[in-house]
C-alpha cells in the first residue's frame, strides 16, 4: 500500500473492503493495544522457548544472543509469555506514556 | 410479444427468477414464502432451470449461502419472509457492506409474538438499517418486472449491492392475478451478465468481510453509504429503460391523484390498490384527497417525497409496523425527518394499522383518511395513532 494509514479515504478502498493483496497483517501494528509490556531478566533464561510457544500472538523470537523476546510492534501485552514462564524471566509492567 | 397468464404470485416470482437465470438458489421455506422456493426447487429438479438449488437447513445457513455463491461471482437469489428474516438477520447485515449483488424476495410476514403468519411490516423495519436496497411491490406484474431489475440493480458495477423485493404475504403471495411475462430473449438482453470485479479465485486470492480496524471501519461505512446513496440514480435509471423496453413504468414515489391535492395519503405494499379504490371515491365525491405509494424504501427517496407531496396541506402515512415507545411508525418518522428542515411542509400525521393480517376495507380507507384530517386539524396528544383497535 502506497498510502499510510492515516492517508486512506473510503476511495482508496477496494469493494466491499476486499484485501487484495496478502499480508496486510503483517504492516498491521497490534503493540498499540498494550497496556502492559513483557520485561526480561535474561540471567535467569534457559532459552527453552515456553514463552514463545504460548504466545498467542506468535510474536516471541529468539534474538542474536539466542534469548527469547517479544516483538514489540505486535505484542499486544496479554502477559501469556509471563505467567507461563517458569524460570520466572518474564516481568510485566505498565506502559507509562 | 408478452402473454399474460392468470398465476398466482408466489409462483410468477418464480417463473420471474427463472427469467433471469440465476446460478444459485438457497432457501429454507418459511410462510408465506414457500411457494416462490417450492416451485424454484421444482424448476431446478425438473430441469427447467439450470442452477444449484440448495436446501439449507436454517435461513441463517441460507444467506451464508449466498455469500459465499454470490462472492464467486454466481447469480444468487434467496426468498424468506417474517421469522426467516429474523434468523438470518447476522448475515443480512454481511452481504451489504461485502456488496455482494444477493436478490431475496421478502414476503412480509408479523414477526411474534404473538404468533401471527399474516401481513404486516414488521419483518422489512427489523432489516432497514442492514444496507440493502428495498423495493416494494403492490401487486404480482409489479414483482415480476422488479425481480427481474432487482437483478440488473444489483449487479450494475455502479452499484454491487443485495437487493430486497418485498411483498406483502398472503394478500400478495397467495392471490392469483393476470401477469405479463416478458420474453426470455428480451430479459436476457436486459440483463446482461457482468463479472463480479474481485470474485473469489484460488488463481487470485482475495480477503472478503476482512477484520478492519478503526483506522479504516468508518472509511468503510462511508463507501457503503454513498454506494446506497447513489443507488437511487442508477433504480431510476433501470425503471425508466425497463419502461423503454417493456412499457411499464415505475418511480420511487408513484403519485395518484396526488397533484394538487390538499390531503394526501401516503402507503406502502398492496394495501395501496385497495385504498386508491377509496381515494378514487372521495375524489370522485369532489374531495380533494390524493395517494402516494412509496416503492423505494431505501434508499429513501427524500427528494421525491418532497416533490410529491409540494402542494399538500395535510399527509397522512399508514405504517404496518410499530415502533415501540417511539414517534410513530418507521415510514412515518422517515417522511417527517425528510420536511423537518423545509419551510414549507404539510401536516404529517402517523396513522399504524394493518398489523398482523388485519384488513382495512375500501370504506376503513375513507375512514382513515377522515381521521387522519380530523387529527391534523386539532391535534392529538399522541405521537402516532393507532387505527382500527378496541379500546
Known sequence: MAKSESELTWKDLEIGAIIAAPGSARSYESGTWRSQRPTYDFSKCIKCGTCALFCPEGCIEQNEDGYFEADLFYCKGCGICARECWPRVIKMVEEVE | ?391
Open chain 2, 1 to 391: 410479444m408478452t402473454t399474460r397468464v392468470g398465476i398466482e404470485v408466489s409462483i410468477a416470482i418464480a417463473d420471474a427468477v427463472k427469467l433471469c437465470n440465476p446460478d444459485v438458489v438457497a432457501a429454507y421455506p418459511i410462510t408465506p414464502q414457500t411457494h416462490i422456493v417450492e416451485h424454484l426447487a421444482e424448476l431446478v429438479a425438473d430441469g427447467e432451470l439450470d442452477a444449484e438449488y440448495i436446501p439449507v437447513e436454517s435461513e441463517h445457513s441460507a444467506m451464508s449461502a449466498c455469500l459465499g455463491s454470490a462472492a464467486s461471482g454466481a447469480r444468487t437469489f434467496t426468498a424468506t419472509a417474517s421469522q426467516g428474516l429474523a434468523l438470518m438477520n447476522e448475515v443480512v447485515y454481511v452481504a451489504a457492506p461485502m456488496r455482494l449483488p444477493i436478490v431475496m424476495a421478502v414476503a412480509n410476514r408479523a414477526l411474534s409474538a404473538p404468533l401471527s403468519i399474516w401481513c404486516d411490516h414488521s419483518d422489512m423495519m427489523s432489516v432497514r438499517d442492514t444496507g440493502w436496497i428495498q423495493i416494494i411491490g403492490e401487486n404480482g406484474q409489479q414483482l415480476v418486472d422488479n425481480i427481474i431489475c432487482a437483478f440488473r440493480i444489483a449487479e450494475d458495477k455502479r452499484v454491487l449491492l443485495p437487493v430486497m423485493v418485498h411483498l406483502d404475504g398472503f394478500n400478495l403471495t397467495h392471490v392469483i392475478e393476470p401477469i405479463a411475462f416478458p420474453e426470455q430473449e428480451e430479459v436476457d438482453k436486459f440483463l446482461k451478465r457482468t463479472p463480479y470485479p474481485l470474485p473469489l479465485n484460488p488463481d487470485k486470492p482475495v480477503a472478503m468481510g476482512e477484520f478492519a480496524p478503526p483506522f479504516i471501519f468508518t472509511e468503510s461505512k462511508w463507501a457503503h453509504e454513498m454506494a446506497i446513496v447513489n443507488s437511487k440514480k442508477v433504480i431510476k435509471e433501470v425503471w425508466n429503460e425497463y419502461n423503454k423496453k417493456f412499457g411499464r413504468q415505475y418511480t420511487p414515489v408513484e403519485k395518484h391523484h396526488s397533484d394538487g391535492a390538499k390531503v394526501v395519503l401516503m402507503t406502502m405494499g398492496a394495501v395501496g390498490e385497495t385504498a386508491s379504490v377509496a381515494v378514487d371515491e372521495m375524489v370522485a365525491e369532489g374531495q380533494s384527497v390524493g395517494q402516494i405509494r412509496l416503492r423505494l424504501w431505501r434508499p429513501f427517496p427524500f427528494e421525491e417525497l418532497r416533490e410529491s407531496v409540494k402542494d399538500t396541506d395535510i399527509l397522512i402515512v399508514l405504517d404496518r409496523a410499530i415502533s415501540y415507545g417511539g414517534p410513530g411508525g418507521p415510514v412515518a418518522s422517515e417522511v417527517k425527518s425528510a420536511f423537518y428542515d423545509q419551510e414549507k411542509r404539510p401536516k404529517i400525521v402517523s396513522i399504524v394499522g394493518g398489523l398482523g393480517g388485519r384488513d382495512i376495507t375500501v370504506a376503513g380507507f375513507k375512514d382513515l383518511i377522515n381521521k387522519g384530517i380530523k387529527i391534523a386539524r386539532t391535534g392529538s396528544k399522541n405521537e402516532y395513532e393507532i387505527y382500527g383497535v378496541r379500546e
